[in-house]
């Protein structure tokens, strides 16, 4: 059988976390479906279309030994669905810090109340990325600091076109 991973975020915009985590995440399955969520609460910068090719072209560029099949698909709908429909059979998850366990914590039990046999894992970023948020990326993007540790050259370019 064909483990179907689902690693969902907002990915406004991917960051160098985000990516080490799918490499990581990989290495977990037999296919990887990246979930990019509507998420209008978040305000994003990027449109849905926007982040989903953003994806689709940063993770072309990741070292994939076992041609693992990753897809970006857009989603609005409850996670749990979402993953059903891809017939996922574990979501990915990264960690940065104790704060993001404490929500991953009560995202997980009520996610295990819709559905069982969808497992969660959690990958624990690496070190040099724990303090690395979009939203902080965009924040010094907009007032004209230095993003290039913490996205692609390819990911700072669309950041700074926008806030151009």
Known sequence: MERVGLYPGTFDPITKGHLDIIGRGIKLVDKLIIGVAVNETKKPLFSLEERVAIVEQEVADLPNPRNIEIEAKPFDNLLMH????CNAHVIIRG???VSDFEYEFQMTAMNEQLNREIET???MADVQHQ???????KEIAKFGG????FV???VRDKL???YK
């Open 121 to 123: 894992v959690f990958l």
């Open 160 to 162: 700074l076109e926008k």
């Open 131 to 137: 303090a690395v948020a979009s939203r902080l990326v």
């Open 146 to 149: 230095d993003i290039s540790s």
């Open 82 to 85: 979402f993953a059903e429909a």
């Open 95 to 97: 960690l940065r810090a």
């Open 152 to 154: 692609t050259p390819r």
